[in-house]
């Protein structure tokens, strides 16, 4: 327990937890300041990812290798997935896809970007392991081309139509969480010398006891699901008023969030001239999302959703999907960085932003 | 005639060719079986591939490095445009286009990834000339773009736009030849010296002589045009048999029986760590249907079709014919190679697979 | 003006400046004679380019590396983006867009091929600085991104869509300027060791006195705007006379005019074994029509257009512009080349003029 308040007294991002409790209140209080919730919830959602992201080193520095490797990769996005099973329970479809869509556009351009831009305002030019980006932006391709398919292939009988989608989304996700097993096998087990740099993990930080780092997973993920209601509930209405397109929220903002946590981690790699680390939190994690956590979801929702859900994407998504993942390959090439490639990745990203902002309430 | 027993009594492919006879016989007896002669058909052609491209090989050998490259390069998809001839001819056009398409994209993944996934599991890691690789993936790239751009370029008023698509087409098709004629002028001549290792050839196979090979040649020519005529009558009603859509029947079945031999070459050549050949295979055969196959078929339904053939192709095909080419752009792109490359490439190879298999039957 | 003399003398595509003359008399006598008018008006851009590039260059290398550098990345489609003005002034936005297009295709494509072409005739194998290309071919990613996007996310509502593409067109234009600024930032102060080679300039050309330049600068750029009014005034008619589509004549005509100086540098670039240079034109080029040019005139046409254009190009020029990207960035991520490869970018670049040439009135 010690460590834990030592831990929220050296990093100010913890000192936002105390909006955890402020948001319950609120809550109780004004269920109907759609606004202030979706802000309070968004305040305390980022610390609690910090926490859970701290608590999965933790455990995986305490279990070897491979089983830390493995927890690691699986739990990194836990804070995306709570978030989305929340939506999903709440049957609202539209914001699952656009925050799966989302986190993927969003880690491989924003975070990727934001790497490449802060480091290479501090190192003139920066190098990294290129096979293991590779590697990644290979597996990333691979789940974005299954993420495509279904929408590349129209049927135009409606009702035979969404049948086939339906069949082809459980199949392509039993075939995602296979390709996913199977990479974790080579970049953990048969082949986990080409990875060395990159799983090498943040240095100098102090892993928690066990049973303290175990009992905070379990204990903030209840948290996060607790505060994901809050904001799955108010975002629509908060996004009214401030003048969003639910495309524009589900896409940018909630992305955003949940991925906050590792975020800082890519950032301060970056600053650290440790690039293998951030090229590898931003497109890990975006594989990930599209390998593990979009299956998942189609799967769980024929469990705890009104209807099963599809990987039938808006057109739209799928083309930022398919540029994210072309930007990503092309830049990650060479592996060497400078700060206008940092810039390019921004760029691109800003110009999707723009638009998702810009779209018309009914268009998406 | 010796050496071709002793072939035949060494590779127990060639034990298929009993059903040769067998599926003649068949025909006559029972000519509305559909289901057993489409069986007795693949088993035939299978062996008879194996058996023209040995005899190509041989010719070649005999007969110097620039006119035997010329030979292997022209003849060695035989089996693909005897095939697609046949159902050329019987005007089966939705079932030709499928087939281009098919081979296309199961050289492409399904060789590709196969070779990768073979030589992965007995070497650590695969090193390759990636010059060559490049080059055949560049000329494929062309030629995907020319099956595109008559599909991207869609013009409303449909009797303007058929006369566009044809006119389109035949000139395309004699652009297709051209680039194929120079790219063999490159490879084999000015720039010979930077494909040295992918010409190499199967080392340890004894070359059958002149005469038996052009026999060979000619002869298994006219039984697979033979065999091919029962493949393509019975294929489709087989296919409602088993139930499979045209299109799975098409990209994926008559794919793989047409090109049964060079698979067994590129396979071989993977376990014996020379992923060269096997890319060299895989790459080219690709390239040549697009280049030197399709604009063929498409001039020749001038003359043998009941009306002119066009490259246009259905969008979901269009479309995976785009990702097998960048899937190998990407992946061929570092000249190394390890079994999990060949896991991802065989993964986009099983998600248009599977999507052809669940599609409804009236969708393509 | 000795020095112009003496430059006329020695450049026989200068001699074409007699057409200017030529050109005006004939509009006074002849308005009518569209066709006339339209290869006369051609004939006079072709040396006007020329002598506009020259002087350029002249200023540039007097006023040392930096606003040099700036002002001949700025001036450099100056030709373009006066006939641009020109066609936007007379509201011809379909012409004004095929050209913003077809100058991107014809300088990724044709001026890039035909240099590794001629290059690749005279020299077995070239090797150029590929960090450099890949920055420029990076930008011209960005850039064809920016413009895919209006294409790529259609709004049904037709009031709120047309509102929405002219919103995202004024953003994406600021967006594209400021990365146009950051990459001069990039390419001419901070990284500017990378792109060392790529920046050489002509070598052997003797540059004018600043007073002759200056002139030369201001009097040309009068010369091409009032040529360009006549060239835009008969293009249409004239392509009809001669059975060409608007869209072939946009795309291909007018960007092969205006493009012709720098052809002319980076052909005689790759003549002399200098292929950085001629990679530098023909990509920069376009990045900077992408980025620099095209934003330009969506925000000029709500100062001097008869209503607001948008980045909204027609799919067959978004596909295109994309292919021809992709193309670049496949080609030039090796740094070396040989004719083959320029073979392969020109068959893309021939596709497509085929396909436009081919394509019905009506349909773009």
């Not at 739990?75 to 656009?98: D, F, H, P, S, W």
Request: charged residues 10%; aromatic residues 8%.
């Amino acid at each position: 327990m010690n460590a834990l308040l030592k831990e929220i007294r050296h990093n100010p991002l913890l000192w936002l937890l105390v909006f955890v409790p402020v948001v319950f209140t609120a809550e109780k209080l004004k269920p109907e300041a759609h606004t202030l919730l979706f802000v309070l919830s968004v305040l305390a959602i980022v610390p609690l990812a910090a926490l859970l992201s701290h608590a999965t080193e933790s455990v995986a520095a305490k279990t070897g290798d491979a089983v830390g490797g493995l927890l690691n990769a699986t739990l990194g996005n836990l804070t995306e997935l709570v978030i989305a099973l929340t939506a999903l329970r709440a049957g609202q479809y539209m914001l699952v896809k656009a925050s799966i869509a989302g986190a993927i556009v969003t880690n491989t351009l924003f975070m990727l970007g934001a790497s490449f831009l802060l480091g290479g305002l501090k190192y003139h030019v920066q190098e990294y392991n290129r096979i293991s980006a590779r590697m990644q932006a290979g597996l990333l391709f691979l789940a974005i081309v299954a993420l495509l398919i279904p929408s590349a292939v129209s049927v135009a009988d409606s009702a035979a139509g969404a049948a086939f989608t339906q069949q082809l989304s459980v199949c392509l996700s039993v075939l995602l969480i296979v390709a996913y097993g199977l990479g974790m096998l080579f970049s953990l087990k048969t082949h986990c010398e080409l990875f060395a740099s990159a799983e090498a993990g943040e240095a100098g930080e102090v892993p928690w006891p066990m049973g303290l780092a175990l009992a905070t997973l379990a204990g903030v993920t209840v948290l996060v699901a607790l505060v994901s209601e809050v904001f799955v509930e108010s975002v629509q209405k908060a996004a009214e008023a401030f003048g969003m397109s639910p495309a524009f929220v589900g896409f940018i903002v909630v992305a955003l969030v949940g991925a906050a946590a590792e975020m800082a981690s890519a950032f301060s790699g970056a600053r650290k001239n440790r690039l293998d680390l951030s090229v590898g939190i931003a497109i890990g994690s975006a594989s990930q999302i599209a390998l593990f956590v979009a299956p998942v979801l189609v799967l769980v929702s024929y469990v705890l959703g009104p209807t099963p859900m599809t990987l039938q994407f808006w057109p739209g998504a799928v083309v930022m999907m398919l540029i994210a993942t072309l930007t990503a390959s092309l830049v990650t090439n060479s592996g060497r960085s400078a700060w206008f490639v940092g810039v390019l990745v921004l760029m691109v990203y800003m110009i999707f932003a723009m638009t998702l902002y810009l779209l018309p309430p009914r268009a998406q």
